[in-house]
């Protein structure tokens, strides 16, 4: 079991940075593969960026690479999503996710997301 908790969400003008942080609780975090996606207001959850358990593989969406990246401290288990070069259509709910060992598209684990507003 894995509880995951989102915190760095806030307004920001375009262009601007942010770094959200999900901190994990329960065993073998090390072993699992961590993610993010977002949703908007009546849209679907979208895949952001993903990173397998030994942090050697990344994956990450078209609309926010070269952006986005994502990084994990596994002593503090905690993974973290830096954003960059933010626009107004990044604006969204973001969610961490995890995933146990190898990343899958409909993780076991669900944080309760974080909202990030990027104003024009």
């Known amino acids: 079991q894995v509880r995951l908790v989102e915190s760095g969400g806030g307004l920001v003008q375009a262009g601007g940075s942010l770094r959200l942080s999900c901190a994990a609780s329960?065993?073998?975090?090390?072993?699992?593969?961590m993610g993010w996606f977002r949703q908007v207001p009546g849209g679907e959850r979208k895949f952001v960026v993903a990173?397998?358990?030994?942090?050697?593989?990344?994956v990450v969406a078209d609309s926010v690479k070269g952006r986005f990246t994502i990084s994990r401290d596994i002593p503090k288990n905690t993974v973290y999503l830096q954003m960059n070069s933010l626009k107004p259509e990044d604006t969204a709910i973001y969610y961490c996710?995890?995933?146990?060992?190898?990343?899958?598209?409909?993780?076991?684990?669900w944080g309760q997301g974080t909202q990030v507003t990027v104003s024009s």
């Open positions: 329960g065993r073998a975090f090390s072993r699992y593969a």
């Open positions: 996710a995890a995933s146990w060992v190898n990343w899958s598209p409909t993780p076991s684990y």
């Open positions: 990173s397998s358990w030994s942090g050697g593989a990344t």
